[in-house]
């Protein structure tokens, strides 16, 4: 497959600004679908490093374009749906923040954040330098000077030049093959209503092309880079090794030959192991084994893409499984944990192989027996022999059939009779259980409670009647009834409850009579006789009478006697007062007589007042600051207070006020593990404050800038086998176990206590006897075969990590047409000697007995089986190690034999 690569050319000028001028590279100038702008994008190289903000494109018909401008400023998080990827090795890199640092020979793509078209831009990849892609805000997306709209800014098939220009920091001061202008046309093969236009310019040459929106691929001059195992045929030419030599001349679509260089690697396939040790069974490629192998093999591709065979070299370990069944009363322990129900448990473990194993425990637990029982009755309960006639929970404690302890429990409520006893007054009738009582008297209603249990009600009933009265009444003006105010004639009602609370009501038959009432004005001079009675003084008279009717009447005097004026005056007033003309400042009594309008002789009186201002004067000693009529003062001085007094005069307070100062200071101590100050003492680091008196009397305070250093406790764990000793800590050997220290004084000065914990493990031994007959060779163990007798050893590494060795004592019969009985065995799963028995032709064998003794000659196994084993149990349960003593008789090849021995047990 060819590929073809846009290759770029930067031409450096040595002028300054032209260095710093981006290269523009190519645009899509029509977008993809209907969404014209929404796909539309410009790429461009940079020739300084910079903040993608310092860059700018501008387009428009104008020559140079200055209206519309793309601004690096405006970089944003993409917000639409496509994307923008390389299959080459050149990374595509997001940029989204204007603060973004471009290295100088980079390829920069700008592209609406708002895209939704996927473009692949391997053909732009210089090299391995990333591209970076510039997300831009569109008016649509929050722009502010960004115009990229979305109806189509640079597509729509112009018919006249459109301009396009980078520049850096809005330097324009570029020409030759870094002119910042770029004109593209609607010429060319570019067509009118297809979308998917590109315009590009590579060395000068301005190529047209209509490649869809996917894929971006340029016809250009450049290399083909090739990566292929084995061999590459390329132009018809078949090459096996690594070249950067050949070259293929072809046509481009402007014309000119374009030279295409092939740079090719050849890589070579491998074949590798693959060495794994598993448990029970191990997947491979899908493939599922459950026995060691070394056959399996699998074809991959390796990091040079080229074939590789992967040979897997498998070891199968199995796991470990055993049962016991235990009955016990209340809880067992087993593997650590205490169990308290029956039930089936399971301990998982990972044996010698290092694959999960399990053991299971069928356990029985017996419990004692608990019951309760809830008991009502009335008056009183047996339960087990004992009476109860009080409420409350009892137990009793007894053995049941399990021989448990076990417990009964009752909770019992004695219920009594209800008897209750009411007193009730009503007017008329009473009604009480359904029955209507109408006289006074005591009563009685015998029931069942809710409890069951017989109960009496008492009713003290009390029977009461109404009272009805009626009067008539003749009043003036109004008439008071029953605390009612009544002024006209009637009838009325008074509805009331009597002593006894019954309704009762009260008639009124009301007769209201009037008073007469007249009045007359009067004005006169000296005096005025009215009714027999002379009047020297202004003022309204009334005169009253009895009237026809008996009621009370009046008539009412309006006079009006003209006198002298007579006036006086209450007046307070602060130095001075002035009245009539006259100024006052002493406090009297003074009159000013004159004649009145009426002529009548007439005075004034005033009744004055002088009031003084306050003075006060006062010395205070204070410290640091003083309140003084709300104000506060810091400073020694004399202060006034202007203020009115309580008899409204302008006063003035004067403080002679003298102000002392409190101390303040700081201490700063350094100490281990505490510091004692002012008889405290101070455990940890903090800024600790003490106050006093200085020698003025004022409060003072002092700062206590401690820290506060602690002893450093280090503490190391070593795990050494006796082969690693002596063990070299802190300038000292040590060969056993133990918890050894070491003092030393830290960088802050404090004691610094290092702690070495050392557990010193054992090397361990092991001796496996073996007894074979030469039809049973090869013999495996530990990964080993063996053919012939002799004392083989094999060193590896115990649970505890120390050198182990274990050595193979191993016997080969070359004849085995006798029975062997081995005289040791080692029942310890490890798939080696973990049973004892019969060896040989046991085909041969009939009439088969096998009586194993502990060393108390107890039987722990017999057996009839030539074949039947014996796993060193007795009753489903391993025994110790230790000795054992054998008996077998047996028939072999027609004649009666007898065999015995001892019997070595070995873990």
């Known amino acids: 497959m060819k590929k073809k690569y846009l290759f770029f050319v930067l031409l450096l000028i040595s002028q300054i600004s032209w260095a710093q001028c981006p290269n523009l590279l190519a645009a899509m100038v029509n977008s993809c679908g209907v969404r014209e702008g929404n796909n539309e994008f410009v790429i461009f190289t940079t020739s300084v490093t910079a903040n993608v ?28 749906t496509g994307t923008v990827t390389t299959t080459g090795s050149c990374p595509v890199i997001q940029v989204t923040s204007p603060s973004t640092s471009i290295p100088a020979g980079s390829t920069v793509m700008f592209i609406p954040a708002s895209f939704d078209q996927n473009y692949n831009v391997t053909s732009l990849c210089n090299g391995t330098s990333p591209i970076y892609v510039v997300f831009i805000k569109t008016n649509a997306a929050g722009g502010t000077n960004s115009n990229w709209s979305a ?30 202008v770029r004109t593209y046309t609607a010429a060319g093969n570019w067509a009118t209503n297809v979308d998917g236009n590109i315009v590009f310019w590579n060395n000068g040459y301005t190529l047209y092309l209509n490649n869809g929106c996917s894929n971006i691929s ?22 096996t090794a690594s070249t950067n030599t050949p070259t293929y001349t072809t046509t481009g679509v402007t014309g000119n030959d374009s030279i295409v260089t092939l740079r090719l690697t050849i890589n070579n396939p491998t074949t590798v192991d693959t060495t794994v ?98 008991q009502s009755t009335c008056g009183s309960f047996v339960w087990y022999g004992t ?231 006062e010395n205070q000693v204070a410290c640091n600051n003083y309140v003084w009529h709300g104000t506060n003062y810091n400073t020694s001085g004399i202060y006034i207070y202007n203020y009115t007094n ?7 307070d004067t403080l002679h006020l003298t102000i002392n100062t409190s101390n303040t200071g700081d201490t700063v101590a350094v100490a281990c593990g505490n510091f004692v100050w002012y008889g405290i003492n101070y455990l940890s680091t903090g800024t600790p404050t003490h106050v006093f008196k200085n020698v003025k009397g004022c409060d003072s305070i002092v700062t206590l800038h401690l820290t506060i250093n602690h002893n450093d406790t280090s503490i190391t764990r070593m795990n050494k086998c006796i082969s690693d000793l002596p063990v070299l800590w802190n300038g000292n050997n040590y060969n056993s176990s133990g918890m050894y220290d070491a003092v030393f004084t830290a960088s802050n000065g404090c004691d610094s206590i290092a702690k070495l914990i050392l557990n010193v493990k054992n090397n361990s031994t092991s001796t496996t006897l073996v007894k074979v007959c030469a039809n049973e060779l090869p013999y495996r163990w530990n990964n080993q075969t ?91 349960k391993k025994l110790e190690a230790g000795n054992f003593v054998w008996f077998a008789t047996y028939t072999f090849n027609g004649s009666r034999r007898k065999q015995s021995g001892n019997l070595l047990l070995l873990k």
């Open 151 to 180: 109806n189509g800014t640079l597509g729509n098939s112009p018919s006249t030049p459109r301009y396009l220009q980078v520049t850096y920091n809005g330097s324009t001061s570029c020409s030759g093959s870094n002119a910042p």
């Open 277 to 374: 040790t598993a448990c029970s069974s191990f997947t491979w490629h899908g493939i599922t084994y459950t026995s060691s192998t070394n056959t399996p093999t699998y074809t991959t591709t390796n990091v040079a893409n080229c074939d590789s065979v992967v040979r897997l070299r498998l070891t199968i370990n199995n796991g470990t499984y055993s049962a016991v069944t235990q009955s016990t009363c209340g809880s067992f322990v087993w593997h650590g944990t205490t169990y308290n129900t029956s039930g089936t448990y399971i301990y998982n473990y990972i044996n010698s192989s290092g694959c999960i194993s399990a053991d299971t425990l069928r356990l029985t637990i017996n419990n004692g027996t608990y019951s309760a029982v809830t």
């Open 218 to 239: 340029f016809q250009s001059r450049g290399d083909t880079t090739v990566t292929a195992c084995s061999s590459f045929t390329w132009y018809g030419i078949t090459y």
């Open 646 to 652: 309580g008899s409204g005069c302008s006063s003035a």
């Open 387 to 617: 009476t109860y006639n009080t409420s409350g929970t009892y137990i009793y404690n007894y053995t049941n059939s399990n021989g448990c302890n076990s417990a009964d429990t009752l909770h019992l409520t004695i219920y009594t009779g209800t008897y209750n006893s009411l007193t009730q007054s009503s007017c008329g009738s009473f009604v009480w259980y359904g029955t209507t009582y109408n006289t006074s008297g005591t009563y009685i209603y015998n029931y069942i409670n809710s409890n069951g249990c017989n109960s009496t009600d008492t009713l003290h009933l009390t029977i009461s009647n109404s009272t009805r009265n009626s009067e008539s009444q003749t009043s003036c003006e109004f008439y008071v009834w029953h605390g009612t105010t009544y002024s006209s004639s009637g009838i009325y009602l008074y509805s009331y409850n009597n002593g006894s609370g019954c309704s009762s009501e009260d008639t009124l038959y009301l007769t209201i009579n009037n008073g007469t009432y007249s009045a007359i004005t009067q004005s006169t001079c000296g005096s005025f006789v009215w009714n027999g009675t002379t009047y020297n003084t202004s003022g309204t008279y009334i005169y009253t009478y009895t009237n026809v009717n008996g009621c009370n009447s009046a008539d009412t005097l309006h006079l009006t006697i003209d006198n002298g004026n007579y006036t006086s005056s209450t007046q307070s007033s602060c130095e001075n007062y002035v009245w009539r003309g006259t100024s006052y400042n002493i406090s009297g009594t003074y009159i000013y007589s004159y004649t009145n309008l009426g002529g009548c002789i007439s005075s004034d009186t005033l009744y004055l007042t002088i009031n003084k201002g306050t003075f006060n004067a």
């Open 786 to 876: 063996f053919i012939q007798s002799g004392n083989y050893q094999y060193n590896t590494t115990n649970a505890a990590g120390c050198d182990s060795i274990a050595t193979l004592v191993l016997t080969v019969f070359d004849e085995c047409n006798d029975i062997v009985f081995p005289n040791a065995f080692t029942p310890d799963n490890d798939g080696l000697n973990d049973d004892w028995g019969a060896i040989g032709t046991l085909s041969l064998i009939y009439k088969y007995e096998l009586f194993i003794y502990n060393r108390l000659g107890k039987p722990v196994f017999i057996s009839y089986n030539p074949s039947e084993k014996w796993k060193g149990t007795f009753r489903n």
């Open 53 to 80: 903000s310092t860059y700018t494109l501008n387009y428009g018909t104008a020559n140079p374009p200055r209206v519309n401008n793309l601004s690096g400023a405006d970089a944003t998080t993409p917000t639409g």
